[in-house]
């Protein structure tokens, strides 16, 4: 399918590689998602990096998925709980990897790859936004920032609106979440506030009419999160780039082909 997307040249990268999720991690201890370790990884083998952030009670930016620190930290509190210098002590899944801050991931990736910035932002919006467009400002670096929250990147288009955005969605299917708000998400109506640049749908949900129209109307459309070869064949005609998960599908993202070509 012939697409022309509304990309500007210096963000062709969306397109250009597939993104590996959470940096470049083996699913476990040996290297942990949103480590410092994954981001090497994905850095060694040129790969954009999605990676989440949110913050800590005191205001400081970490690099970090969930909203509870269980998982991966076994630990009793939300991160919005706990105060920087307590999260910097914590071991991702018991190894000798921390919590990064979203200033170490700076410092360490400095503009090698491009950066997929997923907002995690499960209360108010504006701190956190005005933090991370702050701590961006002086980044060398290719980036763009993604929620599911159109409100944070309602924010973006207000105020910083040269900053590449990119509306998340899929079919929330077993997710806690308020039906009516479910519905407007998964067809993307609230599209009319986030006003983004490219979407990022649940693969699961693929193909899918609706995301076919948006892509037809110059959407770029990154399928998320590819875990196997399966699931990368089953969207590769329906989207524009993946992001995908763990080392098991490295060779895969490695034979993904660039689907937009803009200069050709």
Partial sequence: MAVMMKL?????????????????????????????????AAMAHGFPIELDVQLSADGEIFVFHDEHLGRMCAVDKRIKEAYAEELKTYRLLGSSEIIPTFGQVLNLVDGSVPLLIEIKNFGKVGLLESSLYNALKQYRGAYAVQSFNPISLRWFYKNASSVLRGQLSGNFKGEKINPVLAFLLRNLYLNILSRPDFIAYDQQALPSKLITRFRLKGYPILAWTIRSENEYQKIESFSDNIIFENLSTLQHAKNHQLAYHPDK
């Fill in 8 to 40: 500007s040249q210096k963000d062709y990268w969306l397109t250009d590689k597939p993104i590996a999720h959470r940096g470049l991690h083996s699913g476990n201890d040996i290297v942990p998602e949103n480590s410092l370790a994954a981001f090497r």
